[in-house]
């Protein structure tokens, strides 16, 4: 796979699983000048026309040992510098072990590789899907379909522990010399 084809295959995959939540997808969009003072071309610009807020993505693929391994600290500085959010999704079995340990690190890089015409998440996708749902505040993207604990809900666990001889300490800690008055 090609870099313009892994940037398409990224692209597709967010307009995909977040059009509906009002995000168009362009591929590459000039974003003011680099960190060396070059045109910046944005691989994947996706901008929520709900929110009105937008994030750059760079996309890079490495299959094979190559100078990719050289440009992620750059683009990892080049993100940082630009003026607005953005990321690096990669993948590819490519990158040396420093440079996976550097992404894998960064709060800027989202391993991901979806299949062609995804649309859930899945374990390939995940990263990207959390860093847009950071972004854009789409809560229910880490939620899922999980139900919000409810009031009862903790009397009820404080009661089975009771009920099992299991000594609960939360009134203690929570009505102790430190608790506001």
Not at 6 to 21: C, D, E, K, S, T
Not at 24 to 46: A, H, L, Q, T
Not at 171 to 180: E, H
Request: net charge neutral; aromatic share 8%.
């Amino acid at each position: 796979m090609s870099g313009a084809e892994y940037a398409n295959l990224i692209a597709a995959y967010v307009a995909r699983r977040f059009g509906a939540r009002g995000v168009k997808v362009y591929r590459e969009i000039r974003v003011g000048k680099s960190i060396i003072g070059k045109n910046r071309c944005i691989d994947v610009f996706c901008v929520c026309e709900v929110t009105n807020k937008a994030v750059a993505i760079e996309c890079k693929f490495q299959d094979s040992e190559g100078t990719v391994d050289e440009k992620i600290p750059y683009s990892l500085d080049d993100l940082a510098a630009m003026p607005m959010a953005g990321c690096i999704t990669y993948a590819g079995k490519g990158f040396s072990a420093g440079v996976l340990h550097m992404l894998r690190a960064s709060t800027r890089a989202a391993y991901c590789l979806p299949v062609a015409d995804q649309v859930d998440t899945t374990a390939d996708t995940k990263e990207l899907d959390h860093l847009l749902a950071m972004h854009f505040g789409w809560w229910d993207v880490f939620v899922g379909k999980k139900k919000p604990v409810s009031a009862t809900s903790a009397t009820t666990a404080s009661n089975a522990s009771a009920s099992a001889g299991i000594l609960d300490l939360t009134d203690t800690f929570l009505n102790g010399p430190d608790s506001p008055r």
